[in-house]
């Protein structure tokens, strides 16, 4: 068995069990339709403005009036943004946890595995626990740079070599904190408790050679995966809509975007069929993520030690 097949897992799933999609979508789908009724109503023209506010139009808000006029609306669009995250992330943790209870082999798939228990809850604490290591790295390194950069801001040149040092330090910790950590969610599933130190002990270079897995590369290749699920649904999806021509990615994008201006223009054809596409692409794309995270914990933990 090769070091990356573990990235295949979520298509396993599919395969082995293709009712799982339909009872997965349908459960995005509310998420969706929550997540856009949230947005119209509580500020849909804001978000139409922000939608349609282009590159060039930034670039020409050329002093501080035009800037704070321009991006005024983001000031009443942030709690309804706030909202959809909150509700989005808890309807990903429910589809993560039946993503794992599908990888982890249990036997009562009933409702495509969708529970709602404690579960689901240390799912959603697990994913936040990591995006908040993320972020204190990020401040972290911030701070540092800032510091160094506060130093050697009377030389223009060396500020310029800090920023590129600064972005790569940034990319390279950013990433290898995520792989380090990214086993908790079946972690905490398959042991009922959140263990970070257990999460990283398990990606430690001598539990993934005994495991015979290359978590990067994995991760390389699922995450590939991922996106061409993503852009050849979103083709396929932006072809429904009448009088569209896709001929590039902007125009795909453009055909799909949803019209939040008002709640009664959430029936509007485009906005229904992005409601469709993210329906089938989140359940997709998180099969396959955590899919793979699931499947190369399986490999690690049945060698892993913790000296």
């Known amino acids: 068995m090769l070091m990356t097949d573990f990235a295949y897992e979520g298509f396993r799933l599919i395969r082995q069990r293709p009712i799982l999609i339909l009872y997965w979508g349908l459960f995005y789908l509310v998420c969706v339709a929550l997540s856009l009724y949230v947005i119209a109503y509580m500020a849909g023209p804001e978000a139409m403005h922000m939608m349609t506010l282009k590159s060039e139009d930034i670039m020409k808000m050329d002093t501080q009036e035009h800037i704070s006029q321009g991006l005024a609306p983001f000031s009443r669009l942030w709690p309804a943004l706030f909202v959809a995250i909150v509700i989005n992330s808890v309807f990903n943790a429910i589809l993560g946890a039946a993503i794992l209870r599908?990888?982890?082999n249990e036997s009562d798939d009933e409702f495509g595995y969708l529970r709602l228990g404690m579960d689901e809850w240390r799912q959603w604490l697990a994913g936040m626990g990591l995006?908040?290591?993320?972020f204190?790295?990020?401040v972290v390194i911030g701070f540092v740079f800032g510091i160094i950069g506060g130093v050697l801001s009377f030389i223009p040149a060396l500020v310029a070599v800090?920023?590129?040092v600064a972005f790569i330090t940034f990319f390279i910790v950013l990433?290898?904190?995520?792989?380090?950590l990214s086993l908790i969610w079946p972690q905490s599933f398959a042991d009922k408790r959140i263990d970070f130190a257990k999460?990283?002990?398990?990606t430690s270079p001598n539990n993934l050679n005994r495991g015979a897995v290359n978590l990067f590369w994995g991760y390389v290749l699922a995450y590939f995966l991922s996106c061409l699920v993503l852009i050849l649904v979103q083709v396929v999806f932006s072809t429904l809509i009448p009088h569209t021509q896709v001929k590039s990615t902007n125009d795909m994008f453009?055909?799909?975007q949803p019209d939040l201006s008002s709640t009664y223009s959430l029936i509007q054809i485009n906005t229904l069929i992005y409601a469709l596409s993210s329906?089938?692409?989140n359940p997709l794309v998180t099969a396959i993520r955590l899919g793979a995270t699931a499947a190369a914990y399986k490999q690690i933990s049945a060698t892993a030690q913790f000296d």
């Open 279 to 281: 329906a089938v692409i």
């Open 175 to 180: 990433l290898g904190l995520f792989m380090r």
């Open 199 to 202: 999460a990283w002990k398990l």
């Open 254 to 256: 453009a055909a799909l």
């Open 162 to 164: 800090l920023s590129f």
């Open 136 to 138: 204190a790295a990020m």
């Open 102 to 104: 599908a990888s982890l």
């Open 131 to 134: 995006y908040l290591c993320l």
